[in-house]
């Protein structure tokens, strides 16, 4: 898929931490993937920090398949090291990978603003993620686009609900499908090819196979969502495959 984008996920894990502080809830890895996935495939992902602080975290980011990288404890200086090692990570993977079209900071902190720079000097899309109450506006302004943690918990737009008489073996591919139209949605996608959505589920679950829930193919998985009333459907002209159109039935129109 031309589209599909190749990201380099790179978190400051010392700075989160500083934005979580007095908060009732945890700052949780698995929303922010699943966030970026929507972008594309994520081919990197490290996090740093001095981990013998963060010990509760360790078993989370090892499910999620972040590498972890120690940092030793600030140095004497006051400049914490992990700024340090996480640009030098980055500016090395932009000129040895030119593959890594995307590369996200998941930061607030000030300091990685040149490093943004240099990374969108060298043709790179640059997408910043952090708290709100510790992202820096410099950051943020420089950022290609900036993602705020609190949006990853508040739901968009106002995608179909699955009714209760949903069969059970097909529930989860619905919901999937819906999740995956919502995340394309919010990306700004205008056509909504069949292949695009197959992709952004295969993201989100790799192990996703529309047969397994009762379907032959995907384009019956499409097809049963429209019955349902869940999505409104368009056949391409140009390659006979069907597009996602919308939500819900098409409207009733008044004489």
Same mark, same amino acid.
């Given at each position: 898929m031309p589209d599909a984008h190749t990201l380099a996920v790179f978190v400051d894990f010392e700075n989160l931490a500083l934005g979580f502080q007095g908060r009732?809830?945890?700052?949780?890895? #698995?929303?922010? @993937?699943?966030r970026l996935v929507e972008k594309g495939k994520i081919i990197v992902k490290k996090a740093y920090a001095d981990w013998t602080? *963060? #010990? =509760? *975290?360790?078993? =989370?980011?090892?499910?999620?398949? !972040? =590498?972890l990288i120690e940092i030793p404890k600030r140095s004497m200086s006051g400049k914490n090291s992990?700024? !340090?090692? @996480? /640009?030098?990570?980055?500016?090395? @993977? /932009?000129y040895s990978k030119e593959h890594i079209d995307t590369f996200v900071i998941v930061s607030g902190d000030s300091d990685f603003s040149p490093l943004v720079s240099k990374l969108k000097e060298n043709g790179k899309h640059v997408i910043g993620l952090g708290v709100k109450n510790s992202s820096s506006n410099l950051l943020i302004d420089n950022c290609? =686009?900036?993602i705020y943690y609190e949006d990853l918990e508040r739901p968009s737009g106002s995608p179909p609900v699955l009714g209760e008489d949903t069969p059970k073996e097909k529930k989860q591919a619905l919901q999937l499908l819906i999740d995956a139209i919502t995340a394309l949605v919010r990306e700004n996608k205008e056509v909504l090819?069949?292949?695009m959505i197959k992709d952004t589920i295969r993201r989100k679950l790799p192990s996703f196979n529309e047969s397994y829930h009762g379907y032959r193919s995907f384009g019956d998985l499409l097809e049963d969502a429209e019955k349902r009333g869940l999505i409104r459907l368009n056949t391409d002209p140009r390659s006979g495959t069907y597009a996602v159109v919308g939500f819900g039935k098409e409207p009733s129109r008044r004489s």
């Open positions: 009732k809830s945890r700052f949780a890895i #698995g929303k922010v @993937l699943e602080r *963060y #010990g =509760e *975290y360790k078993k =989370e980011m090892h499910e999620a398949a !972040i =590498e992990a700024d !340090i090692r @996480l /640009c030098v990570d980055a500016i090395d @993977l /932009c290609d =686009e900036f090819h069949a292949s």
